[in-house]
């Protein structure tokens, strides 16, 4: 029987749509796709109603599913059409391509690239610099991924001699919007037979054309009509080229085996972007399922502009409809401009840009992301064989003899010993992915040591959610990286950021952390917050103190924390004045909380030195928050920046009669909050609050003394009865006459003036 | 020779444009080139004849593209940009090559009035003869109008915006009306109008959203990398010395990569390796500003420096050219001083003068 070849685009809705109709014309008997030949029992599930598009064939190997490789199909991949085409016709379909296993095994075999495979960098679309992350494309790329390791880009090749710049656009013009149908087929594959002269193959790629020659020439035999071939347009030559099948079973020797695994897992429209690493992606998801949807259609060009429109009116830009006229006719001036069929992607973009978005290339960046990437996530049969991931969990469980329990438990770890460590690596991990299993119990407390406790429960809901985490990674440590990224990417501020990272470096998780480092270092430069500076300093410190018991490096963190607490000492003085009292007192708190974790950190000396500056002169700022400005004196004296006698002729400059009295109290509540036992041994100290509380006016005196008693109230009875007998005799016999004479001139006084009060109240009495 | 101090952009380029001339493909009505030959112009490249083409301006070609393709179509062209990016270069260019003609420009500042955007009166005439359109003064916008040419306006947004409303009508009727005389000059085709402005000056006026629609906008980008603008800043300030009779020390070559360094880092609020992000200050840290920087410390070198240009003799310009804002801008370069200059050791001199300077 006769064989048609369909030199096709991974992902391309034009091939897509070409494809569709050239099928419909041929009608085939059998239609056979690349695609890794183990899983073609799985193809009828494609039909099922409940399996929506992104989805990807997941393949894996049994005992290690960090070991995986994908074959992911948007709603406009010419396999997935192909495949839905031959299920709804009643022809036969049939993947062609080598079986999974051999392309894991093949991955496994290529050294130091393992570790890399686990296709999970992605996830993060947050600002990663697209091409970043080129780390396994081999493992992600599958079906496609392995063109990309060729020794050339044979699209490029073309497009360049076509006189375009960029390769896509080429692709784009020539097949996805040329909605015309017609021998382009033919032409694609004559040309790639060109290229594919003067290029030495990589011995894997022979085998897998070699695999697919065979799979072919079997299918005609046996067919009853024409048969179809739909592979990526690269492989096109290699197939239509007559080998004697001999040979063929001769190249296929020597294929790596491993045991795998495949199965259809959900997949995220977002991982499909060629900038999230994997290999055979596109630039733009949100605009191949565009073209797709609107294929054939004279308005897709207005519906994309309306797109942006909305997405800008959502942002409060006014857009008018004249304008996206303006816009549609510059795309089409600017496609003539450069000889092209259709306005493409890149003279609508060009186009909105200088009409819709007033030239501002910033803001098309940011509203790229969601044009671009899309957000959809697929869905796949309830009955579909459990994920990688959750097996990869269950068998770390055994592993770590951790069973699930709906029960609730307590469980200690010690993290000095390997399963001890091992144990709370699963808990963290699973916790990094929201799957909260357990619970830990002194979370505030634990850092720096080596004990954790946990409280155990397992929801059965646990499992739906790592089968929804699938799309992250295959395995536990992937996923959970892959996620947490995901979440940093999301977190609003500066603390909470740090908080991620501190949580990544628990699960250890290195990629997610550096990247999260990354994140918190750019984050930091663009705050100019210093409350929120100040308050990312402590849990990064704490971090750093608490990664000594994990097997991270965290001496990045370090630095960090140390430049914020450099820059948000550097804009102290501006942060400090005009505070209301709520605000000066959470800035208080940062700089109590920025100054113990530099501490915790042994911050290095120049650090220090910045820092004591700027809580020197915020000491003697007189136009700073006065409750600040105490803190800031305590930290010093505390730090022994201050001798004892300068904190006095501190204490008695600020709070002498000169400084208003309001700003004087919430000077000494700021010096003394936290640190009220001071008053009690420290002389020089209460004697120099006592004798300004010995100047100010009595009426002075009872509006503040509710925070007199603040500062105080800290102290317990003991405590306070010890301050009271070190104020009334502690201080030299000047004050010792004065403080139990002048009590017994008061009440003679007293009495005087009551004794009348009295009488006269019971002389009044009956009368009224 | 001649004496004329500076030729126009079409007296200049005369042979390219005549070379380009020849294209074949079909051009706009009132075009004298076809867009195509336009953006060869633009570009650099080859004339259909073989003549070469000197590239006019080094940047994206999309840019460009967007500019030609929004004057091809019956829309303005609005080019932003900070100063120094090449706006009113191109926009001359576009003119020359489009009508031939660069000259119908109107300045644009806070005193331009509607009589020199639309049209005057002579009064003579008008007297004598009473209103006729022998007693109209032509502006160049009216000129463009009649002759079906492009006419410039620099600066826009320095304009009142009464006097930028003006234009609207202009723009979407492509009539000017004249009221006095009960009739409307209606534009001839090819005629369009390129409007220049500083996308990052406060204190202008911003156009009203009515005439902004009427605008494609093109925002012309500062330099890509820090050699392409270490060598356009050492080429005019070269220029520049030998104009103000300066000397130019050697070594100068190693101080404009520092300054540029540092101002290309604060603008772009990252360090060149992009591993540390930075806070940006307010003012725009253009090309032309870090010109200006090097002429002031080339100026202090030769009269109180002996002609030795360092540091010292830079510090304070750059301050002035960083600090425009006393309190927020001054944080934003301590900040930048203390987290990055600090810690290289090439930069020792800068972050001790820098230091002093504030």
Same mark, same amino acid.
């Given at each position: 029987?006769?064989?048609?070849?369909?030199?096709?685009?991974?992902?391309?809705?034009? #091939?897509?749509?070409?494809?569709?109709?050239?099928?419909?014309?041929?009608?085939?008997?059998?239609?056979?796709?690349?695609?890794?030949?183990?899983?073609?029992?799985?193809?009828?599930?494609?039909?099922?109603?409940?399996?929506?598009?992104?989805?990807?064939?997941?393949?894996?190997?049994?005992?290690?599913? #960090?070991?995986?490789?994908?074959?992911?199909?948007?709603?406009?991949?010419?396999?997935?059409?192909?495949?839905?085409?031959?299920?709804?016709?009643?022809?036969?379909?049939?993947?062609?391509?080598?079986?999974?296993?051999?392309?894991?095994?093949?991955?496994?075999?290529?050294?130091?690239?393992?570790?890399?495979?686990?296709?999970?960098?992605?996830?993060?679309?947050?600002?990663?610099?697209?091409?970043?992350?080129?780390?396994?494309?081999?493992?992600?790329?599958?079906?496609?991924?392995?063109?990309?390791?060729?020794?050339?880009?044979?699209?490029?090749?073309?497009?360049?001699?076509?006189?375009?710049?960029?390769?896509?656009?080429?692709?784009?013009?020539?097949?996805?919007?040329?909605?015309?149908?017609?021998?382009?087929?033919?032409?694609?594959?004559?040309?790639?037979?060109?290229? +594919?002269?003067?290029?030495?193959?990589?011995?894997?790629?022979?085998?897998?054309?070699?695999?697919?020659?065979?799979?072919?020439?079997?299918?005609?035999?046996?067919?009853?009509?024409?048969?179809?071939?739909?592979?990526?347009?690269?492989?096109?030559?290699?197939?239509?080229?007559?080998?004697?099948? @001999?040979?063929?079973?001769?190249?296929?020797?020597?294929?790596?085996?491993?045991?795998?695994?495949?199965?259809?897992?959900?997949?995220?429209?977002?991982?499909?972007?060629?900038?999230?690493?994997?290999?055979?992606?596109?630039?733009?998801?949100?605009?191949?399922?565009?073209?797709?949807?609107?294929?054939?259609?004279?308005?897709?060009?207005?519906?994309?502009?309306?797109?942006?429109?909305?997405?800008?009116?959502?942002? /409060?830009?006014?857009?008018?409809?004249?304008?996206?006229?303006?816009?549609?006719?510059?795309?089409?001036?600017?496609?003539?401009?450069?000889?092209?069929?259709?306005?493409?992607?890149?003279?609508?973009?060009?186009?909105?840009?200088?009409?819709?978005? /007033?030239?501002?290339?910033?803001?098309?960046?940011?509203?790229?992301?969601?044009?671009?990437?899309?957000?959809?996530? /697929?869905?796949?049969?309830?009955?579909?064989?459990?994920?990688?991931?959750?097996?990869?969990? !269950?068998?770390?469980?055994?592993?770590? +003899?951790?069973?699930?329990?709906?029960?609730?438990?307590?469980?200690?770890?010690?993290?000095?010993?390997?399963?001890?460590?091992?144990?709370?690596?699963?808990?963290?991990?699973?916790?990094?992915?929201?799957?909260?299993?357990?619970?830990?119990?002194?979370?505030? !407390?634990? !850092?720096?040591?080596?004990?954790?406790?946990?409280?155990?429960?397992?929801?059965?809901?646990?499992?739906?959610?790592?089968?929804?985490?699938?799309?992250? /990674?295959?395995?536990?440590?992937?996923? @959970?990286?892959?996620?947490?990224?995901?979440?940093?990417?999301?977190?609003?501020?500066?603390?909470?950021?740090?908080?991620?990272?501190?949580?990544?470096?628990?699960?250890?998780?290195?990629?997610?952390?550096?990247?999260?480092?990354?994140?918190?270092?750019?984050?930091?430069?663009?705050?100019?917050?210093?409350?929120?500076?100040?308050?990312?300093?402590?849990?990064?410190?704490?971090?750093?103190?608490?990664?000594?018991?994990?097997?991270?490096?965290?001496?990045?963190?370090?630095?960090?924390?140390?430049?914020?607490?450099?820059?948000?000492?550097?804009?102290?003085?501006?942060?400090?004045?005009?505070?209301?009292?709520?605000?000066?007192?959470?800035?208080?708190?940062?700089? +109590?909380?920025?100054?113990?974790?530099?501490?915790?950190?042994?911050?290095?000396?120049?650090?220090? @030195?910045?820092?004591?500056?700027?809580?020197?002169?915020?000491?003697?700022?007189?136009?700073?928050?006065?409750?600040?400005?105490?803190?800031?004196?305590?930290?010093?004296?505390?730090?022994?920046?201050?001798?004892?006698?300068?904190?006095?002729?501190?204490?008695?400059?600020?709070?002498?009669?000169?400084?208003?009295?309001?700003?004087?109290?919430?000077?000494?509540?700021?010096?003394?909050?936290?640190?009220?036992?001071?008053?009690?041994?420290?002389?020089?100290?209460?004697?120099?609050?006592?004798?300004?509380?010995?100047?100010?006016?009595?009426?002075?005196?009872?509006?503040?003394?509710?925070?007199?008693?603040?500062?105080?109230?800290?102290?317990?009875?003991?405590?306070?009865?010890?301050?009271?007998?070190?104020?009334?005799?502690?201080?030299?016999?000047?004050?010792?006459?004065?403080?139990?004479?002048?009590?017994?001139?008061?009440?003679?006084?007293?009495? +005087?003036?009551?004794?009348?009060?009295?009488?006269?109240?019971?002389?009044?009495?009956?009368?009224? | 020779?001649?004496?004329?101090?500076?030729?126009?952009?079409?007296?200049?380029?005369?042979?390219?444009?005549?070379?380009?001339?020849?294209?074949?493909?079909?051009?706009?009505?009132?075009?004298?080139?076809?867009?195509?030959?336009?953006?060869?112009?633009?570009?650099?490249?080859?004339?259909?004849?073989?003549?070469?083409?000197?590239?006019?301006?080094?940047?994206?070609?999309?840019?460009?593209?967007?500019?030609?393709?929004?004057?091809?179509?019956?829309?303005?062209?609005?080019?932003?940009?900070?100063?120094?990016?090449?706006?009113?270069?191109?926009?001359?260019?576009?003119?020359?090559?489009?009508?031939?003609?660069?000259?119908?420009?109107?300045?644009?500042?806070?005193?331009?009035?509607?009589?020199?955007?639309?049209?005057?009166?002579?009064?003579?005439?008008?007297?004598?003869?009473?209103?006729?359109?022998?007693?109209?003064?032509?502006?160049?916008?009216?000129?463009?109008?009649?002759?079906?040419?492009?006419?410039?306006?620099?600066?826009?947004?320095?304009?009142?915006?009464?006097?930028?409303?003006?234009?609207?009508?202009?723009?979407?009727?492509?009539?000017?009306?004249?009221?006095?005389?009960?009739?409307?000059?209606?534009?001839?085709?090819?005629?369009?109008?390129?409007?220049?402005?500083?996308?990052?000056?406060?204190?202008?006026?911003?156009?009203? #959203?009515?005439?902004?629609? !009427?605008?494609?906008?093109?925002?012309?980008?500062?330099?890509?990398?820090?050699?392409?603008?270490?060598?356009?800043?050492?080429?005019?300030?070269?220029?520049?010395?030998?104009?103000?009779?300066?000397?130019?020390?050697?070594?100068?070559?190693?101080?404009?990569?520092?300054?540029?360094?540092?101002?290309?880092?604060?603008?772009?609020?990252?360090?060149?390796?992009?591993?540390?992000?930075?806070?940006?200050?307010?003012?725009?840290?253009?090309?032309?500003?870090?010109?200006?920087?090097?002429?002031?410390?080339?100026?202090?070198?030769?009269?109180?420096?002996?002609?030795?240009?360092?540091?010292?003799?830079?510090?304070?310009?750059?301050?002035?050219?960083?600090?425009?804002?006393?309190?927020?801008?001054?944080?934003?370069?301590?900040?930048?001083?203390?987290?990055?200059?600090?810690?290289?050791?090439?930069?020792?001199?800068?972050?001790?003068?820098?230091?002093?300077?504030?």
């Amino acid at each position: 029987m006769t064989v048609h070849y369909f030199p096709i685009r991974h992902h391309g809705p034009g #091939s897509a749509a070409s494809l569709v109709g050239a099928l419909d014309e041929l009608r085939p008997a059998a239609v056979l796709i690349e695609g890794p030949a183990d899983a073609g029992e799985l193809l009828p599930a494609l039909a099922s109603d409940q399996m929506k598009p992104p989805i990807a064939l997941l393949c894996y190997k049994k005992d290690d599913p #960090s070991l995986a490789a994908f074959w992911p199909f948007a709603e406009y991949s010419p396999e997935y059409q192909a495949a839905l085409w031959a299920l709804r016709n009643g022809a036969q379909a049939k993947f062609i391509d080598l079986p999974s296993a051999a392309a894991i095994g093949h991955d496994a075999e290529e050294a130091g690239r393992d570790e890399a495979g686990d296709d999970n960098e992605d996830g993060d679309d947050d600002g990663e610099p697209p091409g970043a992350d080129q780390a396994g494309p081999e493992t992600d790329g599958a079906s496609g991924g392995r063109d990309a390791g060729r020794p050339l880009d044979p699209i490029g090749r073309l497009a360049e001699a076509a006189g375009y710049e960029d390769g896509e656009s080429w692709w784009c013009d020539l097949l996805d919007q040329n909605p015309a149908p017609g021998p382009v087929f033919g032409a694609v594959a004559e040309a790639m037979g060109e290229l +594919r002269t003067d290029v030495e193959l990589d011995p894997f790629e022979a085998k897998r054309e070699a695999h697919m020659r065979l799979r072919v020439a079997e299918a005609a035999r046996v067919a009853d009509g024409p048969v179809a071939v739909v592979c990526g347009a690269w492989h096109v030559p290699a197939l239509a080229a007559k080998v004697p099948a @001999a040979a063929d079973r001769k190249t296929l020797a020597g294929l790596p085996r491993v045991k795998s695994a495949v199965t259809w897992a959900p997949w995220a429209e977002a991982r499909l972007a060629s900038g999230t690493g994997y290999g055979a992606g596109v630039r733009a998801p949100g605009w191949n399922l565009h073209v797709w949807r609107t294929w054939g259609r004279e308005e897709s060009n207005a519906i994309w502009l309306t797109r942006i429109a909305r997405l800008l009116r959502e942002r /409060g830009h006014d857009i008018s409809p004249a304008s996206l006229i303006e816009a549609e006719r510059l795309a089409l001036a600017l496609a003539a401009l450069r000889d092209r069929p259709r306005a493409g992607f890149e003279e609508l973009r060009e186009a909105s840009v200088a009409c819709l978005f /007033g030239g501002d290339d910033l803001l098309w960046r940011l509203l790229e992301k969601e044009l671009l990437l899309g957000d959809q996530v /697929g869905e796949v049969p309830p009955d579909t064989e459990a994920a990688p991931l959750v097996k990869d969990v !269950r068998r770390i469980q055994r592993e770590v +003899r951790l069973k699930p329990e709906a029960m609730e438990r307590e469980l200690a770890l010690d993290l000095r010993s390997e399963s001890g460590r091992k144990r709370s690596l699963l808990l963290h991990r699973l916790g990094a992915l929201e799957v909260p299993w357990g619970e830990l119990l002194d979370a505030g !407390r634990s !850092r720096g040591t080596f004990r954790e406790n946990w409280r155990l429960r397992w929801e059965p809901e646990f499992t739906v959610a790592l089968v929804e985490r699938v799309v992250w /990674g295959s395995d536990l440590e992937g996923a @959970a990286s892959a996620y947490l990224t995901h979440q940093m990417g999301r977190a609003g501020s500066l603390d909470a950021l740090a908080q991620a990272v501190g949580d990544a470096v628990a699960a250890e998780l290195s990629e997610a952390w550096t990247q999260g480092l990354r994140l918190l270092e750019a984050k930091a430069a663009l705050t100019s917050d210093v409350g929120q500076l100040l308050a990312a300093v402590a849990p990064l410190a704490a971090t750093v103190r608490y990664g000594q018991a994990r097997q991270v490096d965290t001496e990045p963190l370090r630095a960090l924390a140390e430049r914020l607490a450099v820059e948000a000492a550097l804009g102290l003085r501006h942060a400090a004045r005009g505070l209301d009292d709520a605000a000066a007192g959470s800035l208080a708190a940062g700089l +109590r909380g920025a100054d113990q974790g530099l501490r915790l950190l042994e911050a290095g000396p120049e650090t220090m @030195a910045v820092w004591f500056a700027a809580l020197e002169e915020l000491v003697d700022d007189s136009a700073a928050a006065a409750f600040a400005a105490g803190c800031a004196g305590q930290l010093l004296y505390t730090a022994e920046r201050v001798t004892p006698a300068q904190a006095v002729a501190l204490l008695e400059r600020r709070l002498s009669p000169g400084t208003e009295v309001a700003w004087a109290a919430r000077f000494l509540e700021g010096f003394f909050t936290s640190q009220a036992a001071r008053l009690i041994y420290d002389t020089p100290l209460r004697v120099a609050v006592d004798q300004w509380l010995r100047g100010i006016s009595a009426e002075d005196f009872l509006g503040h003394l509710p925070l007199f008693r603040r500062v105080l109230s800290e102290l317990d009875s003991m405590e306070r009865k010890r301050l009271f007998e070190a104020v009334v005799r502690g201080s030299g016999p000047a004050r010792l006459a004065g403080a139990v004479v002048l009590p017994a001139d008061v009440w003679a006084a007293h009495l +005087r003036a009551v004794a009348p009060l009295l009488a006269g109240a019971q002389e009044g009495g009956p009368d009224e | 020779m001649t004496d004329v101090l500076r030729l126009t952009a079409e007296e200049t380029y005369a042979s390219e444009l005549e070379a380009l001339l020849e294209d074949s493909g079909p051009r706009p009505t009132g075009w004298r080139l076809t867009p195509k030959a336009v953006l060869t112009y633009l570009l650099g490249g080859q004339a259909p004849g073989g003549a070469q083409v000197s590239p006019k301006y080094v940047g994206a070609r999309r840019l460009m593209e967007t500019a030609v393709a929004t004057l091809a179509t019956d829309r303005a062209l609005l080019l932003m940009g900070v100063p120094g990016t090449a706006k009113s270069w191109v926009s001359e260019h576009l003119a020359a090559a489009i009508s031939g003609d660069s000259t119908l420009l109107i300045q644009c500042t806070a005193g331009t009035d509607e009589t020199q955007v639309r049209y005057g009166w002579n009064y003579a005439q008008l007297l004598a003869h009473g209103p006729s359109e022998e007693a109209l003064v032509a502006t160049p916008l009216m000129r463009a109008m009649r002759e079906g040419a492009l006419c410039r306006m620099e600066e826009f947004t320095r304009l009142g915006s009464d006097v930028q409303d003006t234009m609207i009508t202009v723009l979407s009727e492509k009539v000017l009306p004249v009221p006095e005389l009960g009739m409307a000059l209606p534009a001839r085709r090819g005629f369009n109008v390129i409007a220049t402005a500083n996308n990052r000056d406060k204190g202008v006026n911003e156009l009203s #959203s009515a005439l902004k629609r !009427r605008f494609n906008v093109v925002v012309l980008p500062l330099p890509a990398s820090l050699d392409e603008e270490v060598g356009i800043v050492s080429r005019r300030v070269r220029e520049l010395a030998t104009g103000l009779d300066l000397p130019v020390p050697r070594g100068v070559e190693e101080q404009i990569k520092a300054v540029l360094t540092v101002f290309r880092e604060l603008r772009s609020g990252a360090t060149e390796d992009n591993k540390v992000t930075l806070k940006t200050p307010s003012g725009t840290l253009s090309t032309a500003e870090a010109i200006g920087t090097l002429v002031g410390g080339l100026s202090h070198a030769a009269w109180f420096a002996d002609g030795q240009l360092g540091a010292e003799q830079l510090a304070a310009s750059m301050v002035g050219a960083i600090v425009k804002d006393p309190v927020q801008d001054k944080a934003v370069l301590e900040e930048y001083l203390e987290t990055v200059l600090k810690k290289r050791n090439a930069y020792s001199q800068y972050y001790g003068a820098l230091n002093d300077a504030l």
